[in-house]
């Protein structure tokens, strides 16, 4: 399977010295359960008697090979993979700013938050579920639809980090993407405060109060 992550088409006989062994037949019964259970599309291989076998980048088979338990250490690399989050995270490339881009890292760093969004379709759904998350955002004045939204994701991130060290499931660098996601934070809080300068600074702790 970690060979075959690459998305790309192999020979079967180059699966089997991918792993070690001389013969196809060593690993017939692997593969034919992976075709079984709809991982790869296997088709016979142009101008010769084998054939070749593909992971199958549909949505539902991807997330089928993602929670299988035996791929279970495999997670973090195929969360890696360029193709494979841009599956998942394909709906959110429209959001304003930075997000989308901090989306997809925050999907690569953590499993808790790449599985909670693989429940989502699209960003609105993501709306509806985690508006009451932006309450204090709202109660203290310093609320603004693109700067809400920033803070939706950062907090399903950071509650999916603290899972992800009690359980398993970080991935390289996530402490970066916490501070990389707290920097634009806190850039927005700024542009906000400057727009109106009875805005708290919710993130430092400090309040700029009017004279």
């Known amino acids: 399977m970690r060979i075959l992550l690459d998305g790309?088409?192999?020979r079967e006989i180059d699966l089997a010295t991918g792993v070690?062994?001389?013969?196809?037949?060593?690993?017939?019964?692997?593969?034919?359960?992976?075709?079984?259970?709809g991982f790869i599309v296997r088709k016979k291989e142009k101008g010769?008697?084998?054939h070749c076998c593909q992971l199958n980048r549909n949505?539902?088979?991807?997330?089928?090979?993602?929670?299988?338990p035996e791929f279970h250490d495999?997670?973090?690399?195929?969360?890696?993979?360029?193709?494979?989050?841009?599956?998942?995270?394909?709906?959110f490339k429209t959001l304003?700013?930075?997000?989308?881009?901090?989306?997809?890292?925050?999907?690569?760093?953590?499993h808790t938050f790449f599985d909670t969004l693989c429940h989502f379709e699209?960003?609105?759904?993501?709306?509806?579920?985690?508006?009451q998350t932006i309450l204090v955002n709202q109660l203290s004045g310093l609320s603004e639809p693109e700067f809400d939204?920033?803070?939706?994701?950062?907090?399903?991130?950071?509650?999916?980090?603290?899972?992800d060290i009690r359980y398993g499931g970080l991935g390289e660098g996530f402490a970066d993407v916490i501070g990389k996601a707290r920097a634009s934070l806190s850039h927005e809080a700024a542009k906000l405060r400057e727009s109106d300068s009875n805005y708290p600074v919710i993130l430092t702790g400090e309040t700029q109060n009017e004279e």
């Open 48 to 50: 010769g008697t084998g």
């Open 8 to 10: 790309k088409s192999h």
């Open 122 to 131: 699209s960003p609105d759904e993501i709306r509806k579920i985690y508006r």
């Open 20 to 37: 070690g062994f001389t013969r196809v037949a060593t690993i017939r019964k692997w593969i034919d359960s992976f075709e079984r259970a």
């Open 96 to 110: 304003h700013g930075d997000l989308p881009e901090l989306i997809d890292e925050m999907v690569r760093a953590s």
């Open 149 to 163: 939204e920033k803070c939706i994701y950062y907090q399903i991130f950071l509650h999916g980090v603290i899972r």
């Open 74 to 91: 495999l997670r973090p690399g195929i969360r890696r993979v360029p193709w494979f989050c841009e599956i998942f995270t394909g709906p």
């Open 59 to 68: 949505r539902e088979a991807l997330l089928k090979v993602y929670h299988y």
